[in-house]
């Protein structure tokens, strides 16, 4: 009877194993939406009980119905900005990656550029961006500059963090083995950056909307930001919440591009 009854035991254990990963999954996924719901139907709910006025908080239904209606003017304004975050996204953390580079490799650069990056970081975006649209114009230059600007410097400070995060006994190490600083960079040093670096690609896969959007503040006919400025003085709230949670939802789709990235590229 032991010989029979050792593969259903085997079988039922690997099935009660496989059970709360799959719950764990699930709840990991139902948590946070069924609380989104909530604060949904809570809001739809106040908003009708208490008789806001729609240009103030518009119900998430009116929400609904507008961005169903105004679906072809929002993608209208969609595309620019998605082109602009993408363009200034790759653009500023491409900067910041060969900068913190060369910064590992010379410390005389770090000493000399570093500060001005720190202190380029500490003016606010928005009385940056005026500047920025004034010598590239009202057109896409500017967005894209402002975007890459806001991203630069997060990536800057965690790429070179994980450009050094070798330690000096295994830097000693290579050296005693004969490595070239290639080898040292490609087999070392990239390979501890990467978590680093995806962090802050993390960041700035929302924070390159924001410079976007703030750069169409400034001045664009076109463009999410453009179309929360013009909604909001033709106070129609509800084409505006729309507008803003398209944006948020553009941020998201690129943090969880970014996510899905680094899980195939850092393995360990």
């Not at 033709?234 to 729309?242: G, S, V």
Request: charged share 15%; aromatic share 12%.
């Amino acid at each position: 009877m032991a010989t029979v009854d050792l593969p259903l035991d085997e079988e039922a254990q690997e099935h009660n194993s496989s059970f709360p990963l799959f719950s764990e999954r699930f709840m990991k996924v139902a948590i946070p939406v069924g609380t989104a719901v909530a604060l949904i139907a809570i809001w739809q709910l106040g908003v009708r009980i208490f008789e806001v006025p729609t240009y103030i908080a518009p119900a998430p239904s009116d929400v609904a119905a507008e961005f169903y209606g105004e679906f072809p003017l929002l993608m209208r304004n969609f595309w620019p900005t998605l082109y602009e975050s993408i363009t200034g996204f790759v653009v500023g953390n491409l900067a910041a990656i060969l900068i913190a580079i060369a910064f590992v490799h010379s410390k005389g650069v770090e000493k000399a550029f570093f500060p001005i990056a720190v202190f380029i970081n500490t003016i606010p975006i928005l009385a940056i961006a005026p500047i920025l649209v004034l010598i590239f114009g009202a057109g896409m230059t500017a967005k894209v500059v402002i975007a890459a600007l806001i991203c630069f410097f997060p990536t800057l400070v965690n790429m070179v963090r994980g450009l050094q995060a070798v330690t000096p006994q295994t830097l000693e190490l290579a050296r005693i083995l004969s490595a070239s600083k290639s080898e040292i960079f490609w087999k070392m040093r990239l390979p501890s950056s990467l978590p680093f670096l995806f962090s802050a690609l993390k960041i700035a896969a929302t924070t390159c909307v924001i410079g976007a959007i703030v750069g169409e503040w400034i001045g664009a006919d076109l463009g999410l930001g453009a179309l929360i400025i013009d909604s909001t003085f033709n106070f129609r709230a509800p084409l505006l919440y729309a507008t803003v949670f398209l944006s948020s939802g553009l941020s998201v789709f690129l943090f969880t591009t970014v996510s899905v990235i680094e899980k195939l590229v850092v393995r360990w």
